[in-house]
């Protein structure tokens, strides 16, 4: 059986005008692009190699490599260079995703980039900065093979969040970036409130004068420690509450990205975060998971601090400070230093851990990306068989290095759970129903066959129907049977279609027949056929997505 889901199509509809923006989804992938393929129990993993300064290492073979699992040498039954090469220069304006054409040869994807944008951690400075990055990468950097998925850390913008080849959408969707509040306050930081929890008389001195200044408030010495120590533990509490969405969320998406061919890379914006616990101790578990989840997924994570060049802490003339010559205010600079460093450890943490790179204090955030994306330009694939341990939910280490060069970096995929291992031969036991019940359901596109999608405004004031969607659809694997020199094929269309917001606000399941002469189903063979369905729906900017059943005649 052969399923082709989750193909999205956007569209607004303001006024009686519609706006055409299809995302194609696509083609057949080959076995190679998944990031832990299994075939039998045949692993593969990518590595980066570079030498000392960074520059890639494009003239290795696969004996200058070794491969240990568990700490065991494993033999390398497959090897290969992979080189995407520098993204295509096209004029801004031109760089939009063009409707897939049917008879087209199948173009594998280079990369997945995605850029998780922590909206719960981010400044309108920072915003603002944060968007100017993230136009300029895509109008100039990108490149027509590479998918791009925009996230925030708080889901605010609902389905724009998906993966996507057409920037005009992503522009789109960038555009609609929003702070969700102020930020964390610039004074009585985390890093304070932990120390104030842990009985520091400086820092409780200094959170007194803060609320002293900040609040207008006075009263006996007693009640003042109190209430210091009281929001000391609010603070805490929110900003534990803020690391739990923010690295859940990544986790989420670097396990949704482990599907996607290709090198994937994250870009991870944000001002920083705090790693401290309520308690006011250092809380590493949930920066731990979501470094497994990318490590297991083969994502390299890039941390970018979207405050840039900024003076010192304290010494912003635009924000509140205290006065040094007041009680505890000349040690606010130092606690607001250690506050920043504090805020950066998760961030090195991410990037680091999963091969990727930190950066701090710059202004050219898009030179940044560009740079990170040009050092992921070229990967060797190496493929090994897997040794048979009984316990199926252990962890199992990869270790990936130059044997004949030692000093080379090598970045590479460090494990992966055994589970992954049996995840192929539990898909196919599903029945093709509940599979494409599922493909509508799965959060990345199945792409057994190859489709285009799109979504119009059309109004004929014959009936109610003012949205027509319509789907180009591949027949390489339809099953076309012959009666009377004509030929007749049937599918399952399953589509459903969601607001901004993600709710359903129609559904229709149909099956398309097709009954041709000869000369007409050999040109449908070759350039495949239209499904077209037309609907009512209210004026709103809606996405729809199809999943399509056949049934192929080898399987």
């Known amino acids: 059986m052969k399923i082709a889901a989750r193909l999205i199509a956007g569209l607004l509809l303001l006024n009686a005008i519609g706006l055409n923006a299809p995302l194609w989804a696509q083609q057949t992938k080959k076995d190679s692009d998944d990031p832990l393929r299994l075939k039998t129990n045949l692993v593969e993993v990518r590595a980066v190699v570079t030498d000392k300064l960074g520059n890639a290492i494009d003239n290795l073979t696969k004996d200058d490599f070794e491969v240990s699992e568990k700490g065991k040498p494993r033999s390398i039954s497959f090897f290969s260079l992979e080189n995407i090469g520098e993204p295509d220069k096209q004029p801004a304006g031109d760089r939009t995703a063009k409707p897939m054409d049917p008879g087209s040869a199948s173009i594998r994807p280079a990369r997945t980039i995605a850029f998780f944008v922590d909206t719960f951690n981010l400044s309108p400075t920072s915003l603002l900065y944060a968007k100017q990055s993230l136009r300029k990468f895509i109008d100039h950097q990108s490149s027509d093979r590479d998918t791009f998925w925009l996230l925030t850390s708080s889901g605010a913008l609902g389905f724009l969040e998906q993966m996507t080849k057409d920037r005009q959408m992503l522009r789109f969707a960038i555009d609609r970036l929003g702070t969700q509040d102020s930020g964390p306050d610039p004074l009585f930081t985390p890093f304070i409130a932990a120390r104030v929890a842990q009985g520091d008389p400086t820092a409780i001195s200094l959170a007194i004068q803060i609320l002293i200044e900040r609040d207008h408030i006075d009263g006996p010495l007693n009640i003042l420690e109190r209430l210091a120590q009281s929001t000391a533990l609010g603070i805490l509490a929110e900003a534990a509450f803020r690391r739990r969405c923010v690295l859940g969320r990544l986790k989420a998406m670097s396990q949704r990205m482990a599907e996607m061919p290709g090198q994937r890379l994250v870009f991870f914006l944000s001002d920083g975060f705090s790693m401290m616990d309520v308690g006011g101790g250092v809380d590493t578990n949930e920066v731990q998971l979501a470094i497994g989840s990318a490590v297991r997924s083969g994502v390299v994570i890039y941390s970018l601090d979207t405050k840039g060049l900024a003076p ?97 970096q090598v970045r590479a995929q460090r494990g992966y759970a055994s589970p992954e291992l049996t995840a192929e031969s539990a898909d196919k036991t599903a029945s093709p129903q509940q599979r494409l019940i599922q493909s509508i359901a799965a959060p990345l596109p199945v792409t057994g066959i190859r489709v285009a999608a799109s979504a119009a405004y059309f109004e004929t004031g014959s009936d109610n129907s003012n949205v027509s969607f319509a789907a180009q659809i591949g027949a390489e694997h339809l099953t076309f049977s012959e009666h009377e020199k004509r030929f007749a094929f049937a599918l399952d269309v399953l589509t459903v279609v969601y607001d901004r917001s993600g709710k359903v606000v129609n559904t229709f399941s149909d099956k398309a027949h097709g009954d041709l002469m000869p000369e007409r189903a050999d040109l449908a063979k070759r350039t495949g056929f239209t499904y077209s369905k037309r609907l009512a729906l209210k004026p709103a900017l809606i996405r729809s997505e199809w999943a399509l059943w056949i049934k192929h005649p080898r399987k």
Do not use: W
């Open 312 to 408: 010192p802490p304290g010494f912003d003339v635009t924000s509140v400070t205290l006065s040094t010559a007041s009680a505890g205010g000349a040690n606010l600079h130092s606690y607001l230093a250690d506050s920043e460093h504090e805020l950066q450890n998760g961030m090195n943490a991410l990037a680091a851990d999963t091969g990727g790179e930190a950066f701090f204090h710059s202004n050219e955030l898009g030179a940044v990306m560009e740079k990170s994306v040009q050092k992921n330009s070229m990967y060797y694939v190496l493929a090994f068989h897997a040794a048979d341990f009984k316990d199926e939910k252990e962890f199992r280490r990869i270790s990936v290095r130059v044997k004949t060069h030692p000093e080379y």
